[in-house]
């Protein structure tokens, strides 16, 4: 099974159109991508609510799972957040720090969110890889203040390797964070991140529709790990993190 862990849906600047469900299931299929986590676009800064990620991921909701997506800054984000996962089932969190010119480790926005995400039993996912807002040293802060929380270190510090190398540094030291390959500019950093923290701590994800998740299969294919470490990497790891069965 092939579960990605980044698919988006709602306005992008960068695809300069509306992306819908149907869009992210015809790349999956062509992809062979059994189910995906959808996260709202946050280029324009308007996020969909709680409603409308339900709404998008009910097209196909035995492969769809919808998270939350708010800007730390917002005045609703709290309430936006509780009832995106009480009322409209999101499953988790994405925070983008850059877009919301906010600090990952920033303890008036964003810890009241991981805050809730605690008391709700829900994952957080950060963008990471870009400074000042998304280091991975500002990612591990927040796991390190919130050991309780799961925190998915997304991009694991994208294509910079001093950023790629602080990531894994960090997923050492925090149990509780969870790295994703979207975006990592080769096959090395998933065989170094195997290598320093096991393959159960490390999920798979495509970055549908901007992207072509086919590079960023072929890149956990291609890493000097086990078949089973693929395997995990690849779908069991996100499964077994939210409790959807395999």
Partial sequence: MIFDCHAHVGYSKFADRLITAELVLEIMDKSGIDKALLLPTASTGKYYNGEQMLAEANKAPDRLIPFAGVNPKDKNALNDFEEAVTEYGARGLKIHPVYAACAADDEHYVYPLVAMAEALGVPVMFHSGDAPYA???????????????????????????????????????????????????????????????????????????????????????????????????LGKNLARLLSIQD
């Fill in 135 to 233: 280091t991975p040293w500002q990612i591990g802060l927040v796991a390190m203040d919130f050991p309780g929380v799961t925190i998915i270190m997304e991009h694991m510090g994208f294509d910079a390797m001093v950023f790629t190398s602080a990531a894994i540094k960090m997923a050492r030291k925090c149990p509780n964070i969870i790295l994703g390959t979207t975006g990592v500019m080769y096959e090395f950093p998933i065989t170094a991140a195997v290598n320093s923290i096991g393959a159960d701590r490390i999920i798979y994800g495509g970055e549908l529709p901007m992207n072509n998740p086919i590079h960023e299969i072929l890149k956990v294919r291609c890493a000097q790990i086990s078949k089973t470490a693929q395997e995990k990497i």
